[in-house]
């Protein structure tokens, strides 16, 4: 019988405004038998860069709970997943893995962000009001900050509270410690949780989606009209125009690339993890986009689809025919084994704004 729990401590020694010096502590109830143990990987070079090979075995002195700590300089979150692997070297079996990824907190960074709630915000061009998260610093920017805004499709997922699938992004563990690498910018997240007519909000107005003819063009001028001037002028009281960034996965994703495509003087960058590219005429949009637009596209290689690996890099492909610069205003990164959820989004989603945001 397999006994599972799992505890991950953090302790913070030091920060800089680019790397955060931290002591993890990894730690596993785990039955195992003679000539197995407990190994933890992740994508960090001391837990294997995520390869299980090369994966870090904890201490066994406890047993049956397997522990170990390390130290590390970061400045990104650490995703990480126990397995159960056999101790012989150069053994070629499948790990058997005993936890789902799980992504490490900084402990007294969390401490800085707090999470508001408008409940119930209304449209006068869509039928269902939706609730919207404002995830922002407790201590309010100065002014020579820039402010920053993350817009984010299904925004209930963002967080582990709030979430509807079942699994969150948990912005609420990661984001305050990616923030802390801008010290020069103020980074506020807005998420915007979606409705029963999801299925048409996120899809192009030109395009059929499962449910049928696309409104993206309302639920842009929602966005545009509605949403952006009450969350900047009136809840946030801004005095400056900030820079927006608009993001989300799977239709969030396809209705991202289209808002940034229609709207080019409204948001500087889209992020989009694996978008449902399937609805292939928003090609008819993506010369609308400005040269300092930066495009961030991603998808994984398993499930349903291959997780739209195909029409992701066929979306590529044609950003690169209109003269885009990989690395400099697009990037496309593939997660190797990763599927269409949340816990995969959420390995993915840290780096995508690192780049986004540099």
């Given at each position: 019988m397999k006994i599972f729990a799992t505890i991950l401590s953090i302790v913070l020694i030091c920060h800089?405004?680019?790397a955060l010096a931290t002591t993890l502590s990894f730690s596993t109830v785990q039955k195992t038998v003679w000539g197995e143990?407990?190994?933890?990987?992740?994508?960090?070079?001391?837990?294997?860069?995520?390869?299980?090979?090369?994966?870090?075995?904890?201490?066994?002195?406890?047993?049956?709970?397997?522990?170990?700590?390390?130290?590390?300089?970061?400045?990104?979150?650490?995703h990480y997943r126990f397995l159960?692997?056999?101790?012989?070297?150069?053994?070629?079996?499948?790990?058997?893995?005993?936890?789902?990824?799980?992504t490490s907190a900084m402990s007294n960074q969390v401490e800085a962000y707090s999470l508001h709630t408008i409940s119930d915000f209304?449209?006068?061009?869509?039928?269902?009001?939706?609730?919207?998260?404002?995830?922002m610093p407790k201590?309010?920017?100065?002014?020579?900050?820039?402010?920053?805004?993350?817009?984010?499709?299904?925004?209930?997922?963002?967080?582990?509270?709030?979430?509807?699938?079942?699994?969150?992004?948990?912005?609420?563990?990661?984001?305050?410690?990616?923030?802390?690498?801008?010290?020069?910018?103020?980074?506020?997240?807005?998420?915007?949780?979606?409705?029963?007519?999801?299925?048409?909000?996120y899809v192009p107005p030109y395009s059929v989606g499962?449910?049928?003819?696309?409104?993206?063009?309302?639920?842009?001028?929602f966005m545009v009209e509605e949403l952006i001037p009450y969350i900047e002028h009136d809840y946030l009281k801004l005095t400056s125009t900030p820079e927006r960034t608009v993001a989300g996965a799977s239709l969030g994703?396809?209705?991202?690339?289209?808002?940034?495509?229609?709207f080019p003087d409204i948001f500087t960058n889209a992020v989009s993890q694996s978008g449902s590219f399937q609805f292939g005429e928003i090609t008819q949009d993506l010369n609308k986009l400005s040269a300092n637009q930066k495009i961030y596209l991603d998808s994984g290689t398993e499930g349903p689809s291959n997780d739209n690996y195909f029409v992701n890099?066929?979306?590529?492909?044609k950003f690169l025919e209109l003269g885009r610069i990989y690395g400099g205003d697009l990037l496309h990164v593939i997660g190797r084994g990763h599927q269409h959820n949340e816990e995969a989004w959420r390995q993915r989603l840290p780096d995508a704004l690192r780049w986004t945001l540099q």
């Open positions: 800089a405004s680019t143990s407990v190994y933890v990987v992740g994508n960090h070079p001391y837990l294997g860069n995520n390869d299980p090979v090369h994966a870090l075995k904890l201490s066994p002195h406890n047993y049956p709970t397997w522990e170990v700590k390390i130290n590390v300089t970061t400045t990104t979150p650490i159960l692997k056999p101790d012989a070297p150069n053994t070629q079996v499948t790990p058997i893995w005993i936890s789902n990824w799980q209304p449209s006068q061009f869509l039928q269902h009001p939706r609730n919207i998260f404002i995830f201590t309010k920017g100065t002014r020579s900050q820039r402010v920053r805004l993350l817009y984010f499709h299904d925004g209930q997922n963002l967080f582990t509270g709030t979430a509807t699938a079942p699994n969150s992004l948990e912005l609420e563990r990661w984001f305050p410690a990616l923030a802390q690498n801008y010290p020069q910018d103020q980074l506020i997240v807005i998420g915007i949780a979606n409705s029963p007519e999801r299925m048409r909000e499962p449910e049928g003819a696309g409104i993206g063009n309302l639920y842009g001028r994703g396809l209705i991202s690339v289209y808002l940034a495509a229609n890099y066929f979306m590529r492909d």
